[in-house]
C-alpha cells in the first residue's frame, strides 16, 4: 500500500503562486499516472491535472490550463503542482492520488485512483 502526503499549499493573494508537492512511500509510483484533485467546500471533488508514468503527457482541467504545472520526479517518488495566477475559485483542499494499475489513461475516472493523500488547504484571497 502506498502512502500520499501533500505540503505546500497555504495562503496566497489572487495573482501569487504555490508549488504542491506529494511524497509517495510504501512502493514504487514510478510506473503509475499520478493526479492532483481539489475540493471545494459544499462542492465535489474534481479533477485538476494528472502526469503519465514517465511524465512525458499531462493533462490538465480547462479550469487550470495554462496556470498550473504538473510535474514528477521518479527518482524522489514526488509528485508536484506548480499554481501561478492563483484566483479565488481555485481555494480548495487539494489532493494527490495514485492510480491502482501501472501504465493507465490519464483521461481514467477518480474510480480509478487507488491511494490519496490527506490533503492540504490552499486558499486564495482577493
Known amino acids: 500500500q502506498v502512502q500520499l502526503v501533500e505540503s505546500g499549499g497555504g495562503l496566497v493573494q489572487a495573482g501569487g503562486s504555490l508549488r504542491l508537492s506529494c511524497a509517495a512511500s510504501?512502493?514504487?509510483?514510478?510506473?503509475?499516472?499520478m493526479g492532483w484533485f481539489r475540493q471545494a467546500p459544499g462542492k465535489e471533488r474534481e479533477f485538476v491535472a494528472a502526469?503519465?508514468?514517465?511524465?512525458?503527457?499531462?493533462r490538465y482541467a480547462d479550469s487550470v490550463k495554462g496556470r498550473f504545472t504538473i510535474s514528477r520526479d521518479n527518482a524522489e517518488s514526488t509528485v508536484y503542482l506548480r499554481m501561478n495566477s492563483l484566483k479565488p475559485e481555485d481555494t480548495a483542499e487539494y489532493y494527490c492520488?495514485?492510480?491502482?494499475?501501472?501504465?493507465?489513461?490519464?483521461?481514467?475516472?477518480?474510480?480509478?485512483?487507488?491511494?490519496w493523500g490527506q490533503g492540504t488547504q490552499v486558499t486564495v484571497s482577493s
Open positions: 492520488a495514485v492510480q491502482k494499475r501501472p501504465y493507465g489513461n490519464l483521461w481514467s475516472t477518480q474510480s480509478d485512483f487507488g491511494s
Open positions: 510504501g512502493r514504487t509510483v514510478s510506473d503509475y499516472v
Open positions: 502526469i503519465n508514468w514517465n511524465g512525458r503527457i499531462t
